[in-house]
């Protein structure tokens, strides 16, 4: 169904290095099913369905509050209230597993508001990313420069602390820390907030280039323009449940603004 580009010939990026734990033709997918999430008693994801291939992005788009960051949380293992459904990446069941299962079976999650340390240094909040594996010095050393190739601002800012650099910057940290997981998948949720858009646009370069090698990515994304130009399919969520999905053609916006925009939406009802 999906075509997965860069299967054959990965690039040399973190998806498709050496000494990768998965080898790249072992071609597999994030399967997300009937998941539901929420806060304490408050259920928030009543049903999300989804799925991406390695080597896809896939958008997911709802208004403020819809529980687009709820799903994802839970997705990644992090439940503040008792989650169902079932999370599937290959044939391996991680339905429930923790965020520590979740990051070693190939799974990493780049938060809203990029939850990183903003008094500690670049370098020291990449390393926190390789938290899983951190006795094996040379695998995070290699993954470490390829972060280091990917944003080259990051080993040379290598010292400085983290609150003083730019949105976008900040945003480029957040990406790498969760890169230094190993993921074969990506979630990101809201990646060009508070981004300059000139820093969006590399931002955007960047995981492509990775998506290239084989990365799998689940995108959210304020702009539906952006999150349309960037995925190949999309997924719209409202009130915590899936409303509407396809190809991520520019048209596609005609039916998605209605839902996402809602009365205060241009031509809306
Ligand atoms: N920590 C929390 N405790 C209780 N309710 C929350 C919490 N975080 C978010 N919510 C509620 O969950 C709903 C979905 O929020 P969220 O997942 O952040 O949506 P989105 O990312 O689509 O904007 C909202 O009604 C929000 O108020
Ligand atoms: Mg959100």
Redesign the pocket.
Known sequence: MTTVPGQSTPQPSLAGGPGQRVPQNDATNLRIDHLTA???R?Q??SDFTARVEQGEVVSLV??????????LAAVAGLR?APAGGTVYIGDKNLSGASPNTMVTSGLGLVP?GRRIFKEMTVLENLRLGAYTHRRQRKLIEDDLDRVHELFPILAEFSKREVGGLSGGQQQMIAIGQALMGRPQFLLL?EPASGVAPVLVDEIYDRLHQLVEGGLGLIL?DQSIERALEHSSRFYV?DS?TNVLFGDSSPAAIEDINPIVLGSEGVGAA
Do not use: I, L
């Open positions: 929420g806060y304490g408050v928030v994801v709802g208004r403020n509050g819809a529980g687009k960051t709820t799903a503040y809203e949720d959210v969520m915590g």
